[in-house]
Nanobody, 124 residues
């Protein structure tokens, strides 16, 4: 199983980044997918999740209206479009796969599969 995240980098406040996660070795459409992040000295926190059907999404309050999660089931890809980035968004971002109902993702402590993280730094 491999969840390979990419697209991180350094961006100025107010800028945008698009993260991607390529999944392999799992039946992609059997899993809800999501993003978590961990800032230095802080616990990992939920960012966004999307149902296997591609239509239902869930966001942390801190990113609602700025981030958009999407998935392409034909290509086994997960994306996170991040706009209006703030310094507080600086963190390592991880993609995740889990069969838990979407409504549980905000409180998930563990998931079925984690990807390797990608660093996002928002700084002037």
């Amino acid at each position: 199983v491999q969840l390979q995240a990419s697209g991180g980098g350094l961006v100025q406040p107010g800028g945008s980044l698009r993260l991607s996660c390529a999944a392999s070795g799992i039946p992609f459409t059997d899993f809800n997918m999501g993003w978590f992040r961990q800032a230095p000295g802080k616990e990992r926190e939920f960012v966004a999740a999307i149902r296997r059907s591609e239509f239902d999404t869930l966001y942390a309050d801190s990113v609602k209206g700025r981030f958009t999660i999407s998935r392409d089931n034909a290509k086994n890809m997960l994306h996170l479009q991040m706009n209006s980035l703030k310094p507080d968004d600086t963190a390592v971002y991880y993609c995740a796969a889990d069969t838990a109902n979407l409504g549980l993702w905000k409180t998930l402590e563990g998931v079925d599969f984690w990807g390797k993280g990608t660093q996002v730094t928002v700084s002037s």
